[in-house]
């Protein structure tokens, strides 16, 4: 009650186009339920959207919001900036946790001070490391007017991916062995979402009541597997799909027709809803 109480008073404060510039190609914004969140003043993505509106993929936030209750343990599969991270850490307040992962160099700076400023340590874990099917140093690529989009660098990329890093890389098996069990896995990975759910699959067993909500873009799934045999595979562990619609409705897809769906955000529940 407490903590909806201190975002009802955040928000309450907050005005329209709130963006303060701290140097350094830096800034900091209010997230239209309050919160500070750091943002690189290069980005042509997301950081428009958070400053102009406070918000950053409205749809997903709704559902997150719906899915989420106090003292539930969340991963978070490409935190980026941290707005996700931010509006699950309120959700699951004080008793429930957030391990996030993340491996952009560029963001990992902002995330550590939004998480900070936002006085969020005991609830949120940040490992800046990436998360695939297998440990090891892998090699991403990122476009550096885009944020959000550093991801495992493939053979044939767009020419505007000129930026490239090595990372560590970590099975969520690993990571979170000693997890009892996950309520929600939330990933934007770029493509490689079937790759962490192949290293995810002790953690899936024992987390019957597990929620999945992830970008599903069979374009990039494509560049890493099959993405039909992705989607059976999903099925046959007894999950079944939803589209996230623009205003956070569900809509149930077939995993038939899964590889055939535009770029969109989806919820994978054992529960059909």
């Keep these: 009650m407490l903590d909806k109480l201190n975002s009802l008073l955040r928000r309450s404060l907050r005005q329209p186009r709130e963006w303060y510039y701290l140097g350094n190609g830096m800034g900091l914004a209010l997230t239209h339920f309050g919160r500070k969140i750091y943002l690189p003043g290069d980005d042509a993505g997301m950081t428009p959207e958070i400053i102009l509106r406070g918000q950053w993929e409205p749809h997903v936030e709704t559902v997150l919001r719906q899915r989420l209750k106090p003292g539930m343990q969340v991963a978070e599969v490409g935190a ?100 009892p069990s996950l309520d929600l896995l939330r990933m934007d990975a770029e493509g490689t979402e079937g790759l962490v759910l192949l290293g995810a699959q002790q953690l899936i067993a024992r987390s019957p009541r597990l929620v999945v909500v992830m970008e599903w873009s069979p374009v990039m799934l494509a560049a890493r597997g099959d993405v039909a045999e992705l989607a059976n595979w999903v099925e046959g562990l007894g999950f079944r799909c939803h589209r996230i619609e623009r205003d956070g409705a569900l809509t149930p897809i077939p995993a038939a027709q899964m590889p055939g769906l535009e770029h969109c955000d989806i919820v994978l529940s054992r529960d059909g809803t």
């Design 80 to 179: 980026s900036l941290g707005f996700h991270t931010l509006v699950m850490a309120e959700a699951v307040g004080a008793g429930g946790h957030i391990h996030s992962f993340e491996p952009y160099p560029k963001v990992l700076p902002l995330l550590r001070r939004t998480i900070a400023a936002n006085h969020l340590h005991s609830r949120v874990t940040l490992r800046e490391m990436a998360v695939l099917h297998e440990p090891g140093e892998v090699r991403f690529a990122a476009d550096p007017e885009q944020t959000g989009s550093a991801h495992l660098a493939i053979a044939v990329a767009a020419a505007n991916y000129t930026e490239g890093f090595a990372v560590p890389a970590v099975r969520l098996d690993d990571a979170l062995a000693e997890l």
